[in-house]
C-alpha cells in the first residue's frame, strides 16, 4: 500500500466523533494534520479527545468551532487550518443533520434547516476547498445510501444531500484541472447515535436486514474508503461511492 500522505494536511468537518472523529484518526495515523472541526460546544469534549488522538499518532491538530451554514464561518475554518499547517491537501465534510418526518408535518423551519445544514453547508464546503487546496488537493463528502432509496419519512435528509451529487460532479469537472478529485460517499444507515433517534426497534431491524451480514454500516466500514481516495484512489473522481452492504444500489 502506498502513503503519500505523509506531511499532507487535512479538513475534517464534523470531525470531533462517530465517523467524523475515526477519519481525523485513521488519516492522522498516515501522517496527516487534521484540522478538526465541531459544530457546536456540546461536541468539545469529543474534539478535544480526537485532537489528543491525532497528536498522539505523531501528527498537528488544531480544532475550530464553527456554525458552517453561515459561509464566513466555512472561510475561517480554511483560513485557521492554513493559519496551522501551511496548508490543506484534504477536505472530508462528514457534517449532515437527519430527520425523519412526514412531509405533511415538516414545517418551514426544519425545511430551511435540514437543506442549509445538508446542502448550503456542503455546497460552499466543496466551493472553498476549490479555492484553498493544494494542487492534487482531494475533496470527500459524506451523502447517503437513501439517494438511491423509494421510501416516506427522509424527505428533507435524503432531499438536502441529493443536490451534493451534482455539487460534486460540477467540481470535479471545474477543479480537475489542477487535479482535485471530488467525491461523495453513500453509506448505508450508519450503527451511531444520528441513527437510532429517527428510527424504532422495528425499523432498526428491517435496515439491517437489507444488507449484508444482517448489520448497519460500521463507521470502521467507511473510514477506510476516505483514506483510500486521499491517497492511491485519486483517479477516481465526480463519483458517489455507494458503501452499503448492499442495501441500496442503482
Excluded: C
Excluded at 39 to 50: F, H, K, L, M
Excluded at 129 to 137: F, S, V, Y
Aim: glycine share 10%; aromatic share 8%; hydrophobic share 40%.
Amino acid at each position: 500500500m502506498s502513503n503519500s500522505l505523509q506531511g499532507k494536511s487535512a479538513i475534517v468537518a464534523g470531525g470531533a466523533k462517530n465517523l467524523g472523529g475515526l477519519i481525523s484518526t485513521t488519516l492522522a495515523g498516515q501522517g496527516v494534520n487534521i484540522a478538526v472541526h465541531y459544530n457546536s460546544g456540546s461536541s468539545e469534549a469529543d474534539a478535544d479527545r480526537t485532537i489528543a488522538a491525532v497528536e498522539a499518532a505523531g501528527a498537528k491538530a488544531v480544532k475550530v468551532q464553527a456554525d458552517l451554514t453561515q459561509v464566513s464561518n466555512v472561510e475561517r475554518l480554511f483560513d485557521t487550518a492554513i493559519e496551522a499547517f501551511g496548508s490543506v491537501d484534504i477536505a472530508v465534510n462528514t457534517a449532515g443533520k437527519v430527520l425523519r418526518k412526514p412531509i405533511l408535518e415538516t414545517s418551514e423551519a426544519e425545511y430551511d434547516s435540514m437543506l442549509d445544514i445538508n446542502a448550503k453547508a456542503a455546497y460552499f464546503f466543496i466551493k472553498e476547498a476549490g479555492k484553498r487546496l493544494n494542487d492534487e488537493g482531494k475533496i470527500i463528502t459524506i451523502v447517503t445510501a437513501l439517494l438511491a432509496a423509494f421510501t416516506d419519512g427522509y424527505s428533507t435528509y435524503a432531499g438536502g444531500k441529493s443536490p451534493v451529487e451534482h455539487f460534486t460532479r460540477a467540481a470535479s469537472k471545474e477543479f480537475g484541472t489542477r487535479g482535485i478529485s471530488v467525491n461523495s460517499i453513500a453509506p448505508g444507515p450508519m450503527d451511531t447515535p444520528f441513527f437510532y433517534g429517527q428510527e424504532t426497534p422495528d425499523r432498526v431491524e428491517f435496515h439491517k436486514s437489507q444488507a449484508m451480514k444482517n448489520q448497519l454500516t460500521q463507521i470502521e466500514d467507511i473510514a477506510p474508503i476516505v483514506r483510500f481516495l486521499a491517497d492511491e484512489g485519486w483517479w477516481i473522481t465526480g463519483q458517489t461511492l455507494f458503501a452499503n452492504g448492499g442495501y441500496t444500489t442503482r
